[in-house]
């Protein structure tokens, strides 16, 4: 439920009110706009008295909220948000262009990637250490010391590090890390989500394989309601009928989560399509469609790449994407 209240309110009120609220163990989420203060209550509103709320002097309007997202919903956040990562921030105009490759290999490797993604126009890089494989058989990553080598890139380039996070137990290892990566398999570990709330880390959290816009809205959820409002949505592409692609990439989740929810969305066009051929065009339409962001795997050898290398671009291929999108966003500004 959401009330919006008059404008002239004093913050004395506002405090009344609020108590008031409380003591009906509600929690209450206060926005402040340059014009109005929006309050969102989050909890059992069922007991509220909506005509009551209503009457008093300082309300102007109140509404009950239908989705069961509370933190994450535009309508009591008006304001799209914006997600700090080191010195690059995301939302509301400020793009992220996140690129590297799907592990990290090596130390040549990640450094040479690293520094030709920041030449073309990156300002996130990306790696996994920890990788979530469908066979047991197949490379699992570096796992700290992947870590480590990210680290090591990050202090030669300068670029903030996004890495995924498959296990709680290892979230010390992330202390330096800008931005955790909750990946499209663990979108709905609830205990893992809840977790990374009590955190403050940007969380880059992925649509799971088969998850409607709104469980991925609820999973934020799960994050938010500890206190950690640093989300960027990722849509990756949902598993469809259709085999010619790896995931079937829904663009319409861009519109609609920025219709849904203030919190920036990317779009990764590379685990969307699986094929390098791909990923220029999807990139292109991502960015036409309003994403805040573009997720892109990059290799310095794809052709030999321990996860994902017919996905991957070359790092010549990458600045010609990079380039097709900086002309997209200058046509759109
Ligand atoms: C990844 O980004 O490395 C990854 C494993 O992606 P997803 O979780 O979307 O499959
Ligand atoms: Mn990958």
Redesign the pocket.
């Known amino acids: 439920m959401i009330a919006v209240l008059k404008s002239g309110t004093t913050p004395d009120q506002v405090q009344h009110l609020v108590a008031w609220l409380k003591n009906m163990s509600l929690d209450v989420h206060i926005s402040e706009g340059a014009e109005v203060t929006v309050l969102g209550l989050i909890g059992d509103t069922s007991r509220v008295d909506m005509d009551l709320l209503k009457s008093l002097d300082m309300v102007e309007t109140v509404k009950r909220v239908s989705e069961p997202f509370k933190q994450a919903n535009r309508k009591f956040h008006p304001n799209d948000s914006i997600i700090n990562a080191g010195d690059v921030r995301i939302g509301r105009g400020y793009f992220a262009m996140i690129a590297g490759p ?2 990290v290999e090596s130390e040549e490797q990640i450094i040479e990637v690293a520094t030709a993604v920041k030449a073309s126009g990156a300002n996130i890089l ?1 790696g ?1 250490a920890f ?2 494989r469908t066979s047991p058989y197949a490379f699992q990553g570096m796992k700290g010391e992947g870590i480590q080598l990210l680290l090591k890139a990050k202090q030669a380039t300068g670029l903030p590090i996004v890495t ?1 996070i498959m296990n709680i137990s290892t979230l010390d290892l992330f202390a330096d890390v800008d931005i955790i ?1 909750v ?3 663990n979108m709905q570990n609830f205990d893992l989500l809840k977790e990374l709330g009590k955190t403050r880390k940007p969380i880059l959290l ?1 649509r799971g ?1 088969a998850n409607t816009l709104q469980e991925l809205l609820m999973s934020a959820e799960y994050i938010m309601s500890e206190g950690n409002e640093n989300i960027i949505l ?1 849509e ?1 592409g949902i598993r469809t009928f259709e085999t010619y692609t790896r995931n079937t990439l829904d663009l319409s989740a861009v519109a609609a989560l920025h219709e849904l929810s203030h919190l920036p969305v990317v779009v ?1 066009p590379s ?1 969307a399509t699986g094929k390098a051929k791909m990923v220029s065009p999807m990139a292109c339409a991502a960015v036409a469609a309003g994403a805040d962001g573009l ?1 892109i ?1 990059v290799h310095n050898n794809p052709s030999c790449a321990l996860c ?1 290398g017919a996905q991957s671009l070359t790092p010549q291929q990458f600045d010609d994407v990079c380039q097709r999108v900086n002309r997209i966003r200058e046509a759109m500004a």
């Open positions: 799907c592990s990306r996994g990788k979530p995924e990566q990946g499209a398999r992925k394989l990722c990756r990764d685990h997720m795997e994902d």
